[in-house]
Nanobody, 121 residues
Framework: QVQLVESGGGSVQAGGSLRLSCAAS????????LAWFRQAPGKEREAVAA???????TYGDSVKGRFTISRDNAKNTMYLQMNSLKPEDTAMYYC???????????????WGQGTQVTVSS
């Protein structure tokens, strides 16, 4: 059974940091394109970052220079290091995976259930 499970969300003050993890089971992550998305209440799902099978990242404009996406194929896990967090980063964060390159398009085949990130001012 293919499954993606996010963890690491929580509440933090503005300027703080969090590290999200996305653990995959039921398939081998190394051959998949991966991404993080987020969705705040009343807003559309927004692309945060994507990483290809060569570990090359792509970032959404709102997080460039603050967030870092990475993957550890040996652990079948993807990460999102979030620094200099702002209140506008508050959202449910989802990881996604697909065998086809999707970059920052929200058309990935597999999705996790999400982890909540709340940033207070």
């Amino acid at each position: 059974q293919v499954q993606l499970v996010e963890s690491g969300g929580g509440s933090v003050q503005a300027g703080g940091s969090l590290r999200l993890s996305c653990a995959a089971s039921g398939f081998t992550l190394s051959s998949y394109y991966l991404a993080w998305f987020r969705q705040a209440p009343g807003k559309e799902r927004e692309a945060v970052a994507a990483i290809d099978t060569f570990h090359s990242p792509t970032y959404g404009d709102s997080v460039k220079g603050r967030f870092t996406i990475s993957r550890d194929n040996a652990k079948n896990t993807m990460y999102l290091q979030m620094n200099s967090l702002k209140p506008e980063d508050t959202a449910m964060y989802y990881c996604a995976a697909d065998r086809i390159r999707r970059n920052l398009l929200p058309t990935y085949h597999y999705w996790g259930q999400g982890t909540q990130v709340t940033v207070s001012s």
